[in-house]
């Protein structure tokens, strides 16, 4: 399942917190070219950006359509995560490929029963542009 992106973002991918990258807690980013440098909302926005094909309507599409969703998870470690999930697999920068909700549930994931909802991204998104 989109083997090409996924191999694309992972070979160009490095991870940086927000705070080091950007001096703050949260920021929610698109990285439109490599090198792709950022958190785990990084890495699943910048996901389904390449497998919408880079446009932002399908993007937002499949968002609102409920196709892909972005999820909170509680990592093995306690802190939080975000996890792409894209029809009824999920991806993220510690699987780095798509698995069953099983599967990530066996990295230590434990899912939370609300997702952040279309709007919630969005918001997020213009708060971080805004923030530059």
Same mark, same amino acid.
């Given at each position: 399942?989109? %083997? ?21 807690? %949260?920021?929610?980013? +698109? ?7 950022? %958190? #785990?909302?990084?890495?699943?926005? *910048? ?20 196709? @892909?969703?972005? #999820?909170?998870? *509680?990592?093995? !470690?306690?802190?939080?995560?975000? +996890? ?7 991806? %993220? !920068? ?26 919630? +991204? @969005?918001?997020?998104?213009?708060? @971080?542009?805004?923030?530059?």
């Amino acid at each position: 399942m989109f %083997d090409i992106e996924v191999s694309h973002l992972n070979n160009t991918w490095k991870y940086r917190y927000d705070k080091d990258q950007y001096g703050k807690k %949260d920021h929610w980013k +698109v990285m439109k070219k490599p090198p792709y440098e950022g %958190d #785990c909302e990084d890495y699943s926005l *910048t996901m389904l950006y390449l497998i919408s094909e880079k446009s932002w309507f399908k993007f937002w599409l499949y968002l609102f359509t409920f196709k @892909a969703k972005l #999820c909170f998870v *509680t990592t093995k !470690n306690g802190g939080g995560h975000g +996890v792409l999930k894209f029809g009824k697999m999920y991806i %993220d !920068n510690w699987s780095k490929k798509f698995v069953s909700k099983k599967e990530m549930e066996k990295l230590g994931h434990r899912f939370h029963p609300w997702r952040f909802l279309p709007t919630t +991204v @969005a918001i997020k998104m213009l708060i @971080a542009k805004l923030r530059g």
